[in-house]
């Protein structure tokens, strides 16, 4: 019985140590493609307070605020690189529409509850903003056979980037041997003078081991973490020395590469592309 | 998170002092005029997200904001001026706790909220700084001065200060040491050396300051320097240029500039006086007055007044004053240093040196000797050089006290006296030497023969002379004792009368002149002198008189009234006394007399003197002469039995004296020189000794004479004077006892002329061979000087004694020798003590 009240008056105890403004979580992505858009949740309880305010600021700026006592309640300041679409945004909620680099930067939730505590919440999350480029990785200076004993030299090149893509290349799905890779090389773009167009040089002497059933299969990977991932792959047949040089250079015969334009999701892309994978294979 | 939620925040850093108020700023102006704050929250970062301030203006006027402060964190500590600018979150009383970064959220209504960020810090003063010196003394607690010129030691620590302090040494207003060590143990330190501190050092604050911020005073401590002062000046103030010995002074002298007072102290040359001088101190001055009595030593000495400050060595300063004492001169006198003072006999050369010791100066000395002045005098070789003076040929008269004295302003000093003895031979002490003594034969009288002499140790030889014939008298005669011989001798026969010499001789030789006695054979008195009436009444009539030479016996006298003009004797008076007066009573009043006056010893009656006519006044009265005879009769028995009584009397007790007695006669012989020339001169006069009787007027005298002869000769075996007027009687004579009287010294004068004449011309009685001897000598004597004295004992010769018995050719008659001596009136006390 006094066990029980003690247990009681802590619960009471609890609750009014509780009973202040919670923010519960803020949902804000971490990194946004140029051009998209973003939805930024910032969930609170109120424990009982009422709201004063909830303000989202942009780094030390202020662009929207709900101040449920004002009419309307939702403010919002113009803010380079911050575009709310107001219909979207609510009390939790704001939409921000067509990101660009500008976009990119702490974004603050910052709750107040009301008189006299004026108890405040505040959390904050950074928007990476990523250039994705136009298209996949493009590998040149291939041939359809090798022999063995025959210099294997590619070039794989990805259109520009921000931040820059990593490329690797992979044989036989191995990465390739450090030695075999020269690069990677950057060239800025002249229109984005903020990404650049990444490079990266594979060359080899082809041995009997790197042909697995007859055949080397290269592959260009190019990643933007975590928005971005795809490769170019080509398959290449052992050519006999008999007929030495008999076949012609059909280069592209045997080549073909996968684009991965899907956007966003990783989970999805995760799924997606071994999926696609298996059905292009 | 917290940092980054500032990030990019406007930041101020603000500063406040522990326990003081301080201002968080928070610019919450809008940045469009049609803008308005709603509200201001303030938030510190390590207290999480929970505002501890809030300002709340929503549906407000900015005069009436709604204001909440947190209770955990300032409580009502703070205010949130929104109305300053910028506005302000005003904190009392910071603690340390207080410090942080502050976020001030400002929330307008149309434009963005503004976040601004306060860094604040709380400034934790210093402890205040403590003064230690170098034996780690809190210099501030302790009272000990420095000494001027010294060097001050101070170290300031200071404990604690967050950030921690400077620690700077100033004086007054100028920062004199900036240099500060902050050490491990919190303790921050400034080391400060102060070279040579000085006067104008002297109150001035020597001040550590301790300081970790602008917004707050700093700590300090001060130190007052109290130094101690050397003295600067030091002055005798009166320095008068003489002072006179032995008289008192106050001195004073001043000082200044010491710190603690000054100690003064006196100094004579090189000796401190203690305990003379009263010290006044005022401010940093100090007076010192000294009681000085200047000695005659002091002369020339330095006096210093000494100032110095005894907490500091070598402080002391001086100031002196040569002394001039001005003294009473004083006087040394010796004789000549090769002199032998006891050897200087007469006719030596002695000379004596006078050092005078004086300031001022002096220029002149005078010499005294005795009481006399000395002048110089070549004439009688005094010879007065600048200190000495030089007596040539010295003669005993020179003897005495000398002294020498110098003056100057402060007065007269005389020497101390020096004696100069000069030794002579002897010479007669009293000129009485040929003095006259009167002797019978067989009568041995006593010559008492005194001489100056030094020394004064004399042995004496005598010598008899008559008619020029000089005789040794043996030794056995005389007893000498020191400088006095005494003879005593008896005249046997007439050849044994005349003169006797003494003659003393000591180391420096023989007495030259002779010390002279006239031994003449007894015989009458010589007549009175001088006689006047001294009183006279209706009955009653004094007369006094002046004795004469009593003839070397004792004499009484005698006065008879002769009633005029049948002169009658009618009244007989006698009297021993000396001088003599003669007094009468229950005269008849109105009758006139004639007085006849008298001295009478064993060998007779004087010759008489005589007051010619004393008249009584009253009615004059005719008695016959049968009546006045009648009456005189009585009056004559009565008073020759009275005489006759007193000389028997005296007769018997002048011989009982006389056996006992030594005979002393100290008889003056001032001028025996000249008494010898007259004598010389006077001797052919002489005419043979020639007998003159005096015829007795009044035959009532001869009984008495008779009488007295009787018992004379019964008692003295004497024969009647009257029957051998040259042989005289022995006598015993009581001359010798006969003190100096002071009669002796005055001159009577003599007689006048016409009295004389009168003496001469009508007296019947006045000698016929001797008158004119009378008279002449009389002249003569006259002009002898006043000072001249002398004592006769002459007695009256009637011729028979004219002259000596002892004279072998009987030129020298003893009346003649004796007239001319000058009249002198013997003052005997004779009869008196004869009688006692």
Redesign the interface.
Known sequence: MFGRVIVVLLLLWKQEEVNSLRLVELRVPTHEREGGMALLGCQYDLEGDTLYSLKWYKESREFYRFVPKNEPPVYYFPTPGVNVDIARSSNTVVALLNLTQESAGHYRCEVSGEAPLFATVNRQKYINIHLLPRTGPHVTGLQEQYKIDDIVVANCSLPPSRPKANLKWLINDQPAAAEYVIGPWYRVSAERPDAAETILQLSFQATSAHFINGAIKLKCQATIAPLYQRETESTHYKAFPITATTDPPDVNKASFSKDYAEPAENSLATLIIPILYLILV | ?SC??L???PTSDVQGVLGKKASLPCDIQPLHSDDDVV?V?W?KESDG???LY?Y?I?GRSMNQP?L?SSPTVFGNRAFFRGSATPAVLMVDNVLASDAGVYRCRV?FKN???R?LKVNFTVIIPPNRPTIFDAKRRDRTKLVEPYNEGSNVLLICEVEGGRPRPKVIWYLENDLVDDSYEQRADGITVNTLTFPNVGRQHLNQRLLCQASNTNLAQPETKVLILDINLKPITVNILTKEKQVSADKRYEVECKTTGSRPEAYVTWWKNNRQLKRMAKNFSENNETLSVLSLVPSVEDDGKYLTCRAENKHIQDSAIEDKWRLNVHYVPIVDLKMGSNLNPDEIKEGDDVYFECTVKANPKTHRLVWFHGNTEIFHNDAAGIILSAQSLVLQSVTRAAAGDYTCMAANSEGKGTSNPVTLLVRYAPVCAERRDGELFGALKQETVSLHCSVDANPALVSFHWTFNNSGEQTELPPKLYSSNGHTSTLNYTPTTDMEYGTLACYGENAVGQQKVPCLFQLVAAGRPFHLQNCSVANQSIDSLNVECVENFDGGLPQTFLMELLELPTLTVRYNVSTNRTPPYFEIRGLPPGVSYRIDLYAVNAKGRSDVTTIETVTLKGQAKFTGEGNSLGMSPVLASIAAMSALLATAVCGVLAVLYRRHAARHRHLPAKHAPLSEAMYVERAPHCPTPVKQEVESRASSTEPRERGERTARGALLHTTDPREDDADPDIIPSLYERRPVSNGYMSLQRPPSTGKITKLNGDDVRSEPDGGAYYTDYRKKDYRIPLTSSYHSLGRVNKGVNACSPSSATGVTSSLTAHRLRPEVVTTSHRVQESCI
């Open positions: 998170m980054l939620i990030k990019r925040v509200m929250l938030f997200d929970q505002p809030s709340d929503r709604k909440w929330d434009s963005p909220t976040n």
